[in-house]
């Protein structure tokens, strides 16, 4: 979950990446909690950008009442382009795993 590769983590829990290969492949237990870590991940993940995109929302409208007159308008010009659509991911462990597996294939 730390972006390490297959090798560099089976040497830290102490295995072969074999091993971890074959866990990743065909360990069921392994699998789901695999998953269920990366369904978080992708959770606090989208959270964050949430957070983010709702302070730069709030920043730009605080420009709004700029004195300069430039500078509303660019504001004017960044909140009409932001994208404020809530977010598009997935909402499952089930879709973020098909997302994996469909990257996996190219």
């Given amino acids: 979950m730390e972006g390490k590769t297959t090798t560099k983590a089976a040497a830290e829990v102490g295995v072969d990446r074999s091993t ?4 990743k492949m065909g360990n ?5 909690e695999l998953n269920r870590l990366r369904g978080s991940l992708w959770e606090v993940g989208e959270n964050q950008l ?8 709030e920043a730009a409208m ?3 009442a700029h004195e300069d007159a430039k500078v509303r308008l660019r504001a004017i010009d960044l909140i ?3 994208n404020v659509t809530p ?3 997935p909402r499952t462990i089930e879709e973020a795993q098909e997302r994996i597996d469909i990257k996996r294939c190219w």
């Fill in 50 to 57: 949430l957070a983010a995109r709702t302070a730069a929302l």
């Fill in 80 to 82: 009409l382009r932001m």
């Fill in 62 to 64: 605080a420009l709004l």
């Fill in 20 to 23: 971890v290969y074959r866990w």
């Fill in 87 to 89: 977010a598009r991911g």
């Fill in 28 to 32: 069921a237990l392994f699998i789901a």
